[in-house]
């Protein structure tokens, strides 16, 4: 079964690749890519096969974005090329009314030549033609332009659509290759944003001298008199989250989890200017956190952790400390807890608005420092978005 | 019909009217990508470092589509970072009609012709198409100037090329033709998926060894084959001595470096120089200063060393 590559929708198993790896493309951008193949791009004239470098760099104009990683684009593309190696996307069977109706819904705006020719690519015309060898030599990675003379491609879409989804099979390579992909987390980042969409604190600051034009143009219309204009208000965020990470051991299966929530939090921080990092403060431990903190992953540079304490505005901070507490292993370590017990009431301090996630889930916290630690600081998994919810209302004051 | 970019209409400076337009060069794939744009009616987007041609691409490919009349087909939206995405649309004069009614001006009345001023884009979707079937052409330049909304802002306009203006009743205008619109961006800040979707998107490199010896051989008329070899090799040296995080100088350094150079060769044994010639060919000479920080002396040295050999 995984043998039979999909021709009818050719590269959809790779555009199915693309979306799961994080690549955001909707179902109109393969329409896309199918309607510049029946234009005629990337395909051989003589052979009706796809040409490959061509393939790859139309992929390439239409599904890859800035700051998407190319290299995985190229190793999926790879990948999923292979089963239409030598395979001709022309096919003889075509049914008018499916494709007239594809056509005239992608090509509302560009009358191109196909609406007005009804070429069938004949396939007797490849035996003759076979012998023009140098021509497919010339220039092989040009994109080859839709012309008066180049046959139509028609794909048949209707009655494919069933059957190409039970041939989104993983590729036939032995060599698997792995990426790491947030996908299969039960949270997902969009999940998280809406949670965490309330916890910035706006404020909305006066000291802008630009004029809200239209706003006191109303206020004229309404009271007849212009007293005073309007002034325009910008909005400014005033709290701060401080982000405790425990980093490496155990915690290490959840790396991709806490970097996708750090994301989620930065994301909805962000301010016009696109500055989060006033606003969101990350720190990296290891285990417990002790007399440092890190600023980075690989523990090269370091913060005493009283400074740090000491620097929050108790009104204005909220601290998520987000560990495992031994709950991965099923540990209960006294060292560990009498630890970081230490350095939460010291935290307590300094601010109420205190929240620990736990990456495992509640039910694993069970006789582990996790539960003992939970009876200290306000713990929620960080599974569910419920959980989450509560957590952030936490932090919220409520 | 479809008339294609080859990108062979600017392979010479060309004039139109009063001004000159530089020649340009682009890649097989940036041709490959407008082309794509054109026939598909989606936007395109542009990155590159900066200096790589990305807006000047915009007017190219207005010049090889509609020549001298590319004036009336080709529009231009420059982004600062207080545009809001209104801006190019249209602009509402909200006081000066409020002015005028308070006063008794009977053209107060008439919303239209007095209060709107349409934006680029406006314009861009007002125009008659070209007798010759070619999409009039839209540049935005430098989106990410802008706040991080102001891309989702567009996107209705973007892709059913049509806008409304709310002061005229809600009145929705689709666009007359086709519009090509080419957006730049200078990867500053990071753009909204929703935006990024809607586009195609290419990267202009940095050009090979043989394109920029043809660049450059556009833009100077006395320089010698061997001259051109040396300061080519330079320019190469000067980009892979800078790392990752200093500014590399790009295309556009490239081409007045050598304009520069050219117009040394050229002065350089004429008899009657004027006294600023004089003194801009005693600063090209100035090589052995010290105080010089390297940048600029490799350059120079470049010059004595052809200066010695004379």
């Known amino acids: 079964m995984t043998n039979i590559p999909d021709i009818h929708l050719p590269l959809y198993g790779f555009f199915g690749a693309l979306r799961k790896n994080g690549f955001s493309l909707g179902i109109a951008e393969y329409y896309v890519f199918l309607e510049t193949l029946s234009l005629g791009y990337a395909i051989d004239r003589q052979t009706g096969q796809l040409d490959k470098p061509a393939t790859l760099k139309l992929c390439k104009i239409l599904w890859l974005k800035p700051n998407q990683s190319k290299f995985v684009f190229e190793q999926l593309f790879e990948e999923y090329y292979a089963p239409l190696e030598n395979i001709s996307l022309v096919t003889r069977s075509i049914s008018k009314k499916n494709t007239g109706e594809h056509t005239s819904q992608e090509h509302s705006t560009i009358a191109p030549k196909a609406q007005v020719t009804t070429n069938e690519f004949d396939n007797q015309n490849i035996s003759s033609n076979t012998s023009k060898d140098d021509q497919t030599d010339e220039e092989p990675t040009e994109i080859p332009q839709a012309s008066d003379d180049f046959p139509l491609v028609k794909f048949i879409l209707g009655d494919a659509i069933g059957e190409s989804v039970k041939m989104n099979d993983a590729p036939t390579d032995k060599v698997q290759k792995f990426f790491f992909s947030d996908y299969y987390f039960d949270l997902t980042k969009r999940q998280m944003q809406q949670v965490c969409r309330f916890l910035p604190v706006k404020q909305a600051s006066r000291n802008t001298e630009e004029i809200n034009i239209s706003a006191s143009v109303e206020q004229f219309a309404k009271n007849g008199l212009l007293a005073q204009p309007i002034f325009k208000s910008r909005e400014r965020i005033t709290n701060q989250v401080l982000l405790l990470i425990d980093y490496g051991g155990s915690m290490l299966a959840f790396d991709t989890l806490v970097d996708t929530f750090m994301e989620a939090l930065q994301d909805t921080f962000k301010t016009r200017r696109g500055e989060a990092h006033r606003h969101i403060c990350p720190y990296y431990f290891y285990n417990v956190p002790g007399e440092y903190c890190y600023t980075n992953k690989s523990f090269t540079s370091y913060q005493k952790s009283q400074n740090i304490i000491q620097n929050l505005h108790s009104k204005h901070t909220s601290v998520i400390i987000v560990s495992d507490a031994g709950a991965a292993r099923g540990g209960n370590s006294d060292g560990r807890f009498r630890a970081t017990l230490r350095f939460v009431l010291q935290l307590k301090k300094a601010t109420s608005r205190i929240v620990w996630l736990n990456p495992m889930p509640n039910h694993r916290w069970k006789n582990t420092t996790a539960q003992r630690i939970g009876r200290f600081v306000k713990m929620y998994g960080l599974d569910t978005q419920d959980n989450l919810q509560k957590a952030i209302n936490i932090l919220r004051g409520k | ?310």
């Open chain 2, 1 to 310: 019909m479809l008339k294609p970019y080859t990108g062979e209409a600017l392979i010479e400076r060309k004039k139109i009217g009063n001004t000159y337009i530089d020649a340009y060069l682009p890649s097989d794939d940036l041709i490959d990508a407008v082309n794509l744009a054109m026939q598909l009616g989606r936007p395109l987007l542009i990155m590159g470092e900066p200096g790589c041609g990305k807006t000047r691409l915009a007017e190219a490919v207005a010049y090889e589509l509609h020549g001298d009349k590319m004036n009336n087909h080709y529009f231009r939206w420059d982004i600062k970072s207080t545009t809001k995405a209104k801006d190019g649309i249209y602009q509402y004069d909200a006081l000066g009609r409020l002015y005028d009614v308070n006063i008794g001006d009977k053209k107060a009345k008439d919303i239209e012709t007095h209060y709107i001023n349409y934006g680029e884009l406006a314009k861009a979707f007002s125009e008659l198409q070209n007798i010759n079937g070619a999409p009039n052409i839209l540049l935005i330049d430098e989106i990410d100037k802008a706040d991080i909304d102001f891309p989702n802002d567009l996107l209705l306009e973007l892709e059913n090329k049509e806008y409304v203006v709310r002061e005229l009743n809600d009145k929705k205008v689709h666009a007359k033709s086709e519009v090509l619109i080419f957006v730049t961006s200078n990867q500053e800040k990071e753009l909204p998926p929703a935006f990024l979707r809607r586009c195609l998107y290419h990267f202009i490199e940095f050009p090979n060894k043989e394109k920029l010896k043809l660049i450059v051989s556009k833009h100077i008329k006395n320089m010698g084959d061997q001259d051109v070899q040396t300061a080519l090799k330079t320019f190469e040296e000067i980009r892979s001595e800078l790392d990752e995080t200093d500014k590399k100088p790009s295309t556009s350094e490239l081409i007045d470096w050598f304009q520069m150079l050219d117009f040394y060769t050229k002065k350089k044994d004429v008899e009657n120089l004027t006294d600023t010639e004089k003194r801009l060919i005693a600063q090209l000479d100035n090589v052995h200063n010290p105080k010089n920080p390297p940048f600029p002396q490799i350059l120079f040295k470049t010059l004595a060393a052809k200066r010695k050999t004379q």
